[in-house]
C-alpha cells in the first residue's frame, strides 16, 4: 500500500475527518518515525513491529563490473523487526 491509497482509506473510515487532516495526520506520524530514527532511537509500535537503525561497518568491497577492491564506507541502515501479532497474521494464526 502507497501513502496515498493509506490516506484514502483512513478517510474513508472516517467521514468526520478531512481529507487534508488525515494527509496530515499520517505525514506527521511518518515525519516522527523518520525523526526518531535519524537520532538514533527505536520506534516501537506493539503488534506491528519496531524500527530501529543497524550500523554497517566500513569494509572492502567489490566493484562488480570490474571486479577491483573498493573502499565501502561505515553506514547506517534502517531496519524492522516484525511484532508478533503481525507475524501471526501473516502465518494464518
Known amino acids: 500500500m ?5 490516506i ?4 474513508a473510515e472516517n467521514p468526520h475527518l478531512y481529507q487534508r487532516d488525515v494527509e496530515k495526520i499520517v505525514n506527521t506520524i511518518f ?3 523518520i525523526d526518531a530514527m535519524a537520532d538514533g532511537d527505536r520506534v ?3 503488534g506491528f513491529g519496531a524500527f530501529s537503525v543497524k550500523k554497517r561497518d566500513a569494509r572492502l568491497g567489490r566493484n562488480p563490473r570490474t571486479g ?5 564506507d561505515e553506514k547506517h541502515v534502517p531496519f524492522f523487526k ?7 497474521r501473516l502465518n494464518g494464526k
Open 8 to 11: 484514502d482509506t483512513i478517510a
Open 68 to 72: 577491483d577492491a573498493v573502499q565501502v
Open 31 to 33: 515525519d516522527r518515525i
Open 44 to 46: 516501537e509500535l506493539r
Open 82 to 88: 516484525t511484532g508478533k501479532l503481525l507475524r501471526d
Open 2 to 6: 502507497i501513502r496515498s491509497k493509506l
